[in-house]
């Protein structure tokens, strides 16, 4: 019986196709079309998201996440030269919608009709440009995958991928965990700041999420002064290898090409913003998900049975395990409260450090403590679609519910990031998960404020929290969303289109 051919490689020699392994099932045949249907030119209207409506068999997987999974809702299915394709709700390019290229749409899609362009190629050939010195860094969500892929021990998933980075060819390899350390320095300085002076915008959201920070300059943008001013890990990451290592190596800036291997491809947007590109040259240079990481594994022929644990690099090499748990949802939130509650009460002793309350996959997390005789009241928000009615509340001026909110655009946090491995069994977020909090639960050092790695950078470069310095490099503003004059972009329901069009 022959199987279905996959509308994307056109062959039977893909054996990871799931429409392919569907059809196969099912018993379909192949069975050639008695005329060509008419071509429809490939749609590149976004930064980095491709669609080829050619291949599309109109199953609606990316409308379905889009909406449900991640929460913009600006897909829809819609007829074109007879056959139903995927578009805009609004009709208007992808990059002009509410769309945050969080890049669920591609994950979901099973017959290429979406795919992301990568960037593996660009960090080959940086790789072996021998004038070039090429940093990479790994996202805390990136090991968990590495060690479902790999059958790796969670205590071992840390080596295991600084040796697989080794393997690859990076010249210097950093733990992104210390720009998750460097991120609770400055955002919970400034949450203590704002919780300490009054008529301070409150909640603070917090803002390593770019998904979350666009959708917020897109569709919220009265929110933008209550987002805290912090660059994501990564762009703190890219700004101090820059700046910092570019210095105290004495390399140039754009002889440095730097890295960032993440479980997110709305990242690559983020890294792509002009205001992370000082004269010119760009804090970060290119963006792996997980996935382009394996690809580039497999196609370099590594042998990832035989790789040797490693250590990263220094002068970043220690992190904290509260930065590890920014990789699951409540992780930052969590980092934050351990800083603020020794800030404000005191020391904790371990049991105290873990706080149960945000933790888990529910979509709204609400936790009240008790800091100092100062109740702060959180919350932790999984998926898009989950926050809004939060910040309806909020923009309608009533009562302030919270004090500190996380969001976090994938459900679960990064570890179920689209640029990771679409997880093919329902406990296999709660495995990624685990892996951090195991991390966490084995670290001798628990706590951001105490990595010395990071209160070095601070005494020889930075200074303090919120300096003038870290303000510079480690913090940036946002900016509501300029559409063009016949596009308001798409809403979470057709009534903004619907006015729109009566305007």
């Known amino acids: 019986m022959e199987a279905l051919r996959c509308l994307k490689c056109g062959c039977s020699a893909r054996y990871d196709c799931e429409l392919r392994d569907v059809a196969t099932a099912q018993g379909i045949q192949y069975v ?4 060509e249907r008419p071509y429809l030119p ?17 199953c609606a997987r990316c409308v379905v996440a889009c909406a449900e999974i991640a929460g913009p809702d600006v897909l829809a299915m819609h007829y074109e030269k007879g056959r139903e394709v995927v578009g805009t709700r609004c009709g208007s390019p992808l990059w002009r919608t509410d769309c945050v290229s969080c890049g669920h749409c591609v994950l ?10 990568s960037e593996g190629g660009r960090v080959i050939s940086a790789i072996r440009d021998p004038e070039m010195t090429v940093v990479g ?14 059958d790796v021990k969670s205590e071992d998933a840390t080596a295991y991928m600084a040796g697989l980075m080794r393997a690859m060819g990076f010249d210097r390899i950093f733990d992104l965990s210390f720009a998750a350390d460097l991120t609770i320095m400055e955002e919970t300085t400034e949450f203590i700041n704002r919780l300490q002076t009054e008529d301070a915008k409150l909640p603070l959201f917090t803002s390593c999420c770019p998904a979350w920070v666009t959708f917020v300059e897109r569709r919220y943008p009265d929110l933008i002064p209550y987002l805290s001013t912090c660059k994501s890990p990564q762009q703190k990451m890219g700004a101090t290898i820059k ?14 090409y730097a890295v960032s291997i993440v479980p997110c491809l709305a990242k690559k947007a983020e890294a792509a913003r002009p205001e992370f590109a ?21 196609m370099m022929r590594i042998k990832t049975e035989s790789i040797e644990p490693a250590e990263f690099d220094k002068p970043y090499r220690k992190v904290s395990s509260a930065g590890v748990l920014f990789g699951a949802s409540g992780g930052v939130a969590e980092a934050a409260l351990r800083k603020a509650v020794e800030k404000l009460a005191g020391p904790l002793d371990q049991e105290s450090l873990v706080f149960e309350q945000v933790r888990g996959n529910e979509k709204i997390k609400e936790a009240v403590y008790d800091v100092g005789g100062i109740k702060v009241r959180l919350a932790v928000v999984s998926g898009l679609n989950n926050v809004e009615p939060i910040i309806e509340r909020i923009l309608a001026g009533e009562e302030r519910e919270y004090d500190l909110i996380e969001v976090m655009t994938c459900p679960g946090g990064c570890v179920n990031g689209a640029g990771n491995p679409l997880p093919t069994k ?3 977020s709660i495995d990624r998960q685990k892996v951090l909090t195991d991390i966490d639960d084995a670290s001798e050092l628990r ?7 990071i209160l070095k950078l601070y005494k020889e470069y930075y200074g303090e929290p919120e300096s003038k310095l870290a303000h510079d490099l480690l913090h940036t503003h946002y900016a509501p969303f300029l559409k063009s004059s016949n596009c308001g972009g798409c809403s979470a329901s057709d009534s903004a289109c619907a006015k729109k069009e009566k305007s």
């Open 32 to 35: 050639k079309p008695i005329h």
């Open 42 to 58: 490939v749609v590149n209207d976004h930064p980095f998201i491709v669609r080829d409506n050619n291949k599309c068999i109109s």
């Open 108 to 117: 979901t899609c099973p017959c290429g009709a979406l795919e992301f362009q």
């Open 137 to 150: 860094f790994a996202a805390p969500a990136v090991r968990s995958v590495i060690a479902e892929v790999y």
């Open 243 to 256: 700046n910092h290592f570019a210095e105290i190596a004495d390399i140039p800036r754009e002889n440095l």
């Open 278 to 298: 000082a004269n010119n040259v760009r804090d970060v240079d290119a963006v792996l998900s997980t996935n382009e990481m394996l690809e580039m594994i497999e």
């Open 426 to 428: 329902s406990n296999m």
């Open 447 to 453: 706590r951001s404020h105490e990595n010395p790695d």
